[in-house]
């Protein structure tokens, strides 16, 4: 397989962590979670959006910058393959929603100063699921501080995504995550194995999972 660095993208409760846990397995590679909860203003920023947004973003961007670069000065960068549950440039596609204007600018200029010390994935995951799904997944996994996101809020941070991959180019798996169950129907883990194998053009490439 080509792919050194593979990263699995998606909107909140597409299924993410559970993909980059299995995968890393059958692939034998470093898996890099994002530590979400560690972020003491998660709770609080659901509770209190406009006063929480600034802390919650900033504390998303340091502890997200920290792993990264903890993972590129790993010893086995070139050994190994790496999964990882998000990209660099999510803190900025969730703040271009959840940041007032001239907070967003400001978050924007610490960000562009920074990411360019990150290397890029070499493909990139991207589960898709329409918003009645996510609310079921938010629900079915039933953390407290979730359950009344708004679906106006997930279809912004849906198109959030959508304009961004749009906009860059890179090597993108568009996979159709409105049935997926990694956990349980193989042949849906066997589908993304697969796909790893081939070698994509830069673009977006779409990928339907069996029923
Ligand atoms: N930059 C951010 N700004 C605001 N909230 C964020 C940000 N990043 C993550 N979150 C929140 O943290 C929680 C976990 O997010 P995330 O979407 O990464 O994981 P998840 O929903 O568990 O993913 P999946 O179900 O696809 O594995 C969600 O409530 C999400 O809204």
């Given at each position: 397989?080509?792919?050194?660095?593979?990263?699995?993208?998606?909107?909140?409760?597409?299924?993410?962590?559970t993909l980059a846990k299995i995968l890393s397995e059958r692939l034998n590679a470093r898996l890099v979670l994002e530590g979400f909860e560690d972020n003491p203003f998660l709770p609080k920023f659901y509770k209190q959006p406009e006063q929480y947004a600034f802390p919650l973003e900033l504390f998303f961007m340091a502890e997200r910058f920290r792993q990264l670069k903890e993972m590129l000065s790993g010893p086995d960068l070139f050994q190994s393959i790496t999964v990882s549950d998000y990209l660099f440039v999510k803190c900025l596609l969730f703040s271009k929603v959840t940041l007032q204007e001239e907070e967003y600018k400001l978050y924007q200029r610490i960000f562009d100063i920074i990411h360019q010390q990150l290397i890029f994935p070499d493909i990139l995951i991207y589960l898709h699921a329409p918003v009645h799904v996510l609310q079921a997944n938010i629900k079915k996994r039933d953390r407290a501080y979730e359950q009344k996101i708004p679906d106006e809020y997930l279809l912004q941070i849906q198109e959030t995504y959508l304009s961004y991959m749009q906009q860059h180019n890179m090597k993108i798996l568009f996979v159709d995550a409105s049935n997926a169950d990694f956990l349980s129907n193989e042949s849906h883990v066997q589908t993304i194995l697969e796909a790893l194998e081939k070698e994509y053009d830069i673009g977006k490439h779409y990928l339907a999972l069996p029923e």
């Open positions: 397989m080509n792919y050194r660095f593979i990263t699995i993208e998606g909107n909140i409760g597409a299924g993410k962590t």
